[in-house]
């Protein structure tokens, strides 16, 4: 069965990096885009990037353009967030999710149980 | 950018029927997406593409759109509907996904 597993969620200073990993297993993973999605305590979700298949192609939402970046490895069946210069708005909740169809138009059919990121002094 | 707008509450009787609304310019021309996220849980997709089930969710759920609104409805309320449900479409002009801000559907 499909798996998606959110790792490296934690405290961190205000103005510091921080890099989450998603672990797929339960299908070939180098045939879906991906993507990441967070969720603030008591909020909404917000997309934040996606990357295709092959990872040549990407996007990210303008208030995370510069300080996240998104990558995939798979060989190794994994999905990146690279995360810096955060602040205290970027305390959520982060989901990986596989997009249900090979590239457009953009659906999520699976999400992981997400990692926690708190940015805090 | 494109906006989805959601009410925050929908409260609906044991039986009856709900219905989620979620507005957007033209929305009839895009792919509307609903998810369901019950507390402390991940989002699962109920309806995709407008109006299609994944295997798996009930056919209680269905999903409509008209020019500017797509509407989630829930026949037969149960208990465990009770939950935040989000609508999403793909943004084409920006390639950026949207989401609605999410309705807490409450069963009385």
């Known amino acids: 069965q499909v798996q998606l597993v959110e790792s490296g969620g934690g405290l961190v200073k205000p103005g510091g990096s921080l890099r989450l990993s998603c672990a797929a297993s339960g299908f070939i993973f180098s045939d879906y885009y991906m993507s990441w999605i967070r969720q603030a305590p008591g909020k909404g979700l917000e997309w934040l990037s996606y990357i295709s298949s092959s990872g040549s192609n990407k996007n990210h939402v303008d208030s995370v353009k510069g300080r996240f970046t998104v990558s995939r490895d798979n060989a190794k069946n994994s999905l990146d967030l690279q995360m810096s210069s955060l602040r205290a708005e970027d305390t959520a909740l982060y989901y990986c999710?596989?997009?249900?169809?090979?590239?457009?138009?953009?659906?999520?059919?699976?999400w992981g149980q997400g990692a926690l990121v708190t940015v805090s002094s | 950018s494109y906006v989805l707008t959601q009410p925050p509450s929908v409260s609906v009787a044991p039986g009856k029927t709900a219905t989620i609304t979620c507005d957007g310019n033209n929305i009839a021309n895009k792919r509307v997406h609903w998810y369901q996220q019950e507390p402390g849980q991940a989002p699962v997709l109920v309806i995709y593409y407008d109006t299609d089930r994944p295997s798996g969710i009930p056919e209680r759920f269905s999903g409509s759109t008209s020019d500017n609104t797509a509407t989630l409805t829930i026949s037969g309320v149960e208990a465990g509907d009770e939950a935040d449900y989000y609508c999403?479409?793909?943004?084409?002009?920006?390639?950026?996904?949207?989401f609605g801000g999410g309705t807490k559907l409450t069963v009385l």
């Open positions: 999403q479409v793909w943004d084409t002009s920006t390639d950026h996904v949207v």
């Open positions: 999710a596989r997009h249900r169809d090979s590239g457009r138009p953009i659906v999520f059919d699976y």
